[in-house]
Nanobody, 128 residues
Framework: QLQLVESGGGLVQLGGSLRLSCVAS????????IGWFRQAPGKEREGFAC????????YYADFVKGRFTVSRDNAKRTGYLQMNSLKPEDTAVYYC?????????????????????WGRGTQVTVSS
């Protein structure tokens, strides 16, 4: 049974850093792209990062570019999201999601419907 579990969330101060992990079980992670989404209170879930399988091509939404970095360790079946220079507006529940192969093409990269599997999320809170 496929399962995704996020971890690493918590409370951090403005300008701080966190690294989230997304551990996959029940599948071979190397054949899947890993997307990262978040949902802030009262807002819709939004996608912001993706790393493809095989060539590790990455995609970022403008509002995290230069601050967030995605990576993966297929041997550990784990994806990572390094978040630096955190702001209060980054406060949200963070989710990882998988889709076979490559990240969805630009224009569809952040569409939730493009992803087949989802974790339950981990809370990130940034205080000012």
């Amino acid at each position: 049974q496929l399962q995704l579990v996020e971890s690493g969330g918590g409370l951090v101060q403005l300008g701080g850093s966190l690294r989230l992990s997304c551990v996959a079980s029940g599948l071979t992670l190397e054949y899947a792209a890993i997307g990262w989404f978040r949902q802030a209170p009262g807002k819709e879930r939004e996608g912001f990062a993706c790393i493809s399988s095989r060539d590790d091509t990455t995609y970022y939404a403008d509002f995290v570019k230069g601050r967030f970095t995605v990576s993966r360790d297929n041997a550990k079946r784990t994806g990572y999201l390094q978040m630096n220079s955190l702001k209060p507006e980054d406060t949200a529940v963070y989710y990882c999601a998988l889709v076979p192969g490559y990240c969805p093409a630009p224009g569809r990269t952040w569409n939730e419907g493009e992803y087949d599997y989802w974790g339950r999320g981990t809370q990130v809170t940034v205080s000012s």
